[in-house]
């Protein structure tokens, strides 16, 4: 559906933390920072 083409499958990720506020990796601190 056109939901998914929103979502360019070029950017890996972290970039999509970034851009389309999907949730990102623990390795953006910006986001959530590391358990440890």
């Not at 939901?3 to 970039?15: A, D, G, L, M, N």
């Not at 970034?18 to 986001?31: A, D, F, L, R, W």
Request: net charge positive; aromatic share 12%.
């Amino acid at each position: 559906g056109p939901i998914k083409r929103s979502r360019s499958p070029s950017p890996p990720p972290t970039v999509y933390g970034s851009v389309y506020g999907y949730k990102p990796p623990m390795t953006i601190p910006s986001y959530n920072q590391p358990m440890s």
